[in-house]
Nanobody
Framework: QVQLVESGGGLVQAGGSLRLSCAASGLTFSSYTMGWFRQAPGKEREFVAAINWSAGSTDYADSVKGRFTISRDNAKRTGYLQMNSLKPADTAFYYC????????????????WGQGTQVTVSS
């Protein structure tokens, strides 16, 4: 059974930082692209960042470029999202997901999802 478990969310002031983690089990983690998505109340789930299996390629939403960094440690079967210079607009539930698709920015490309972790940025 595939499990993705996020951790590291919380409440932070604007300008602060958080590091999210995503621990994977039940799949060959090193064979999958890992993505991070977020969903704010009343809004659709949106792409944040993705990293391919070898960590040789990354993609970011324009809204987080230069502030967020995605990484992974295949030996630990864990992915990370370092979030710096956080803004109130970053407040959302953050999800990690895994896919073998090349359409890494598309929600429906990901068959495996975690339960999510809440990130709240106060002004």
């Amino acid at each position: 059974q595939v499990q993705l478990v996020e951790s590291g969310g919380g409440l932070v002031q604007a300008g602060g930082s958080l590091r999210l983690s995503c621990a994977a089990s039940g799949l060959t983690f090193s064979s999958y692209t890992m993505g991070w998505f977020r969903q704010a109340p009343g809004k659709e789930r949106e792409f944040v960042a993705a990293i391919n299996w070898s960590a040789g390629s990354t993609d970011y939403a324009d809204s987080v470029k230069g502030r967020f960094t995605i990484s992974r440690d295949n030996a630990k079967r864990t992915g990370y999202l370092q979030m710096n210079s956080l803004k109130p607009a970053d407040t959302a539930f953050y999800y990690c997901a895994a896919t073998r698709s090349y359409s890494v920015m598309v929600v429906t490309s990901y068959p495996f999802w975690g339960q999510g972790t809440q990130v709240t940025v106060s002004s």
